[in-house]
């Protein structure tokens, strides 16, 4: 394959060295791009909000092969190795890339789409809360971020609304 011009590829990094890798191989000369979203995550019973890599352990580079020395990368401090098809670093389309840019926010954040992970009548377990272990049927979404359980409580079936990390699959 003849390369004319930089393209994007996969650089696999050590756990948790995203950044790392990104500014060790930003101050070599490489165009990086490691696509963040905002990640809810639970922490002594709270739910909090961080910055946290698209892909875990994985970012993209764009390698000039022409002009670049491209096997430097595998030595490069975070890095564990360049996603490679036999011995050629493997590349990804550039439709691929602009797609996750084109989703990104002003502070740079990729939004994913939140679809809801059940389907209505779907049985749920609350895993948090005060309805802890109890079973319920799903309901639809509330909003983004909330979603709406029936709850069979005295007898009836009760409409509860909870934080969507809040239920899990029965």
Known sequence: MTDFGSHWHVVQTHP??????????????????????????????????ISAPLFPRYLFVAIDRMTQRWRSIRSTVGVTHLVCNGEDPAWVPERVISDLHSREDECGFVHLDLRPRFALGDKIRVIDGVFDACLGLFDGMADHERVAILLDLLGRKVRVVLDRDAVAAA
């Open 16 to 49: 948790r060295a995203e950044e790392k890798a990104a500014s060790h191989l930003l101050r070599q000369g490489y165009g990086v791009y490691l696509p963040r979203y905002l990640k809810r995550r639970r922490h002594a019973r709270k739910i909090v909000t």
